[in-house]
């Protein structure tokens, strides 16, 4: 289910009230994994045995991990948790993709191959779970962290439904150690947690689905040809659009963890006040940069073996970090210009070492990033590549034939929306949510709390998924 | 991936809530995060924050009464899944409605059911074309029962398409929306009269009269016209027909259907698409009645400017009899009965309710008297 949606709100009071009854751990954690596993079977009942299977494939692979006497017993341990996780990833996510492009290389050489229809639904979340569980035994294998102790608590670790479809992917180290002892929120807590999951709601449902998702399709999603000002106001919405989205959820999904007295990463610091594209991935989906950088990046040699070995392993990092999005070559490329960028920035810091930039450096060099980071959310949004040309052909003043696509209303909304959302992280890059909000008078932060509430209550939002359950 | 934060970076400044993400410990097992609670007094936050949201939400309720709008059901495609499940679960020889929002406005489902003692199943969606539902019900086995399909003629020979999404919506329909479905049909929707989507935030601020942008076509999209419930029994809006200003603008907005556009068809091109629409739809109709179902087609009435649009542009030799021909089915013309016109459409296309109940009453009458009875035609 949702977080935007009715059941949830149902759901998560029925979920509040059980792990508030005075029960005994174990069977609070038995409550809690089993509404995890509701929470997934709300979508398709039959998916949950994927949840199983990655589960008990990766609870052995560490328990065989941590008997193997040899490093070949080690080694074939965690391929074997590797091979299991990505293999559902492959055959759920990539089959279609595969079997597309080799029908299409077959084509190129002349061999005209007719697949068998091939109908495959995407699991929702896979990608975040495979991720999450395989993180458990990569970090057994690297010797970072012990097993569970026991299959409840990993099981939980898996399932846990505030991050189970969308993140954040939390690692085994940050949530296993959690429930060893009783936990339960206190009222501080709680109505904090409360106050956070009003704020996610507020960015997915209000910002993101009301205003924003609009604006990007009607540019991204018809036949029309955007001007300048329409294909730039379209991908700008799209920042927001994702933003508001993403972080919503992530903000919804640490209030939820907290009301329940469960501590969630961050996942998203202001991100459109980057300087620089190492900046941005500090900011932006942290949980998912910072898995690819340890379990990707560093195994391919990170920067410990020249330069040509780090570029490579970048390249490498980002390109993959782009499929996981989605199995389109879009992402890919979406993928390929992160790396491009950071590649390049490397560059020129190692050439400009010394270089300091002045107040009006550091805002221009800020803008810069985030205007290039637009760039590449044109790949990231398009379907095609001929519509991502077409839009970044009329962002760069080349569509002769367009004719006008948004509404004043539509216009201005965005530009409001989003030089909101961007001056905010400007104002917020290096605080946290939670000083500015031990430093605000408490009847404003009553004031905002309601109309951030009122605001969710009459958007009447309609339960779209979020944007990341496709990954 | 660098993991030092960016050179460029002035750095962040300190506060007391600061932590580090996993972004700062590059290599090495995460520990449990931190997630301090700022220090505020929570408790009386959210008390005030409740009552406030309280008074606002009653305030926006009260302001939507006043105006005339009463709690109704929600028309989605969640409702339109609930009566599409009844033709696989033991109705499958029941009645069923499909049209646009002529039929679904016009048909009044207790007239029906007390003529008939059966109450039909209303599957019309408004603005869309009923031809992928027809051909829905001609791929299901389970159904073989009798239809009712009413051609408007805008719609019908274009193949628009207004709710393309419902018949994909109940095949994919998960637990969690079935379940939405019911809370909200039990415990909102019936009780608040702002919970429509015509009333949204975003659709009242959008239709507020912002500057037109040069060079694009200003077009008012279509305002609520009907009250729905559970059944998805509908009828026009009171208000539509009582206050003279909202009829005024809603018989604004079909006019502007009536003038040509830019992306409309050639007329090469929109004769072709009715003969799409022609030939998929007998395709359809003759599957369903292999099964010896009973399909009738209607043309539901029209009047004003509406009528003389569909007249011009829609001419009956070239498309409702060439349906009826291709189809072999049975039709009813209102032009063709007497006592299916002179109803009152208060926006040319619609009857008001107590009109619907009698032009149901009257139908009715026809099509067991002239197609359905033991031994009719």
Known sequence: MVFNSLTFVVFFACVLALHSLPLPWTVKKINLLIASYLFYAAWNPPFVILLWVSTVVDWYAAQGLVKAQRARTRHAWMLLSVIANLGLLGYFKYGQFLLDNFTSLMSAVGIAYHPAHYDIVLPVGISFYTFATMSYTL???????????????????????????????????????????????????????LALMTLGLFNKI???????????????DSDKIPGALDAWAATLAF??????????????????????????????????????????????????????????????GGNRHGARRTYAALMMTMLLGGLWHGANWTFVAWGGLHGVY???????????ANYRPGPLAFVALGLLTYTLVNVTWVFFRAK?????????????????????????????????????????HWLMRARTLESVVARAPAVALCMIWALLAFAIVIAQGAGNAFIYFQF | MHSSTSSFDRGAVPDRYARQTAADRPGVAQPVPLRPVPAQPWGRILIGAVLLVVLLVAGWEEYWRAYGVRPSIANNYGLWAIQRRRIDAGEGD??????????????????????????????????????????????DPEFTGRVLIAVEPDLFFSGYEYRAGAIRYALKESPSQRIGQWLSMHLIEPYFAFDDPDYALQT????????????????????????????????????????PEYRALARRIWLQNFEPADDDPSPAEALKIEKEQIARMAKAVAQLRARSVKVLFVRMPSAGPYLEYEKRNFPRARTWDALLAATGAAGIHFEDYPEMQGYNLPEWSHMTRAEAERFTAVLYRIIQRDFWAPGAR
């Not at chain 1, 970072?144 to 898996?158: G, I, S, T």
């Not at chain 1, 508001?244 to 919804?252: N, P």
């Not at chain 1, 409001?416 to 959302?421: D, E, F, L, T």
């Not at chain 2, 499909?98 to 209303?122: C, H, K, M, N, T």
């Open chain 1, 384 to 424: 095609t590549f001929s519509k991502a040309w077409i839009v970044l052909r009329g962002m760069f003043g080349q569509n002769a034939a367009a004719k006008p696509i948004l509404t004043t209303f539509s216009l201005i909304s965005v530009a409001a929306i989003v030089g909101g959302i961007v001056l905010t």
């Open chain 2, 94 to 139: 029941a009645t069923v409605l499909l049209g646009a929002s002529r039929l679904y406005f016009d048909i009044q489902l207790p007239v029906w059911e007390r003529l008939d003692g059966r109450r039909p199943i209303q599957l019309s969606f408004e603005g869309t074309s009923p031809l992928k539902a027809v051909e829905d019900l001609a791929a």
């Open chain 1, 206 to 220: 209000v910002l993101a689905d009301s205003f924003l998702a609009r604006a990007a399709e009607r540019v991204y």
């Open chain 2, 204 to 243: 009242v601020l959008a239709r507020q009269p912002w500057p037109a942008r040069p060079g694009l076509h200003s077009f008012i999209r279509v305002r609520k016209l009907s009250e729905t419930e559970a059944d998805r029994n509908t009828h026009l809006w009171s208000k539509v027909d009582t206050d």
């Open chain 1, 342 to 352: 950071l590649a390049a920035e490397r560059a020129l810091r190692a050439r400009f």
């Open chain 1, 139 to 193: 970090d057994v294998y690297l010797r970072r962290a012990a097993p569970a102790q026991n299959l409840l608590d990993y099981a939980l670790f898996v399932t846990f439904f505030p991050h189970l479809v969308a993140g954040p992917i939390m690692r085994p180290t940050e949530l296993v150690p959690q429930f060893a002892q009783a936990r339960r929120a206190s009222g501080e807590q709680l109505r904090f947690g």
């Open chain 1, 239 to 300: 920042s927001g659009q994702i933003f508001c989205d993403f972080a919503g959820y992530s903000t919804t999904a640490i209030g939820a963890a907290l009301c329940l007295g469960f501590a969630m990463p961050d996942n998203f610091r202001f991100p459109y006040a980057a300087v620089g594209f190492t900046d941005f991935w500090r900011r932006w989906h942290i949980t998912l940069s910072s898995w690819l950088r340890d379990y990707l990046y560093i195994p391919l």
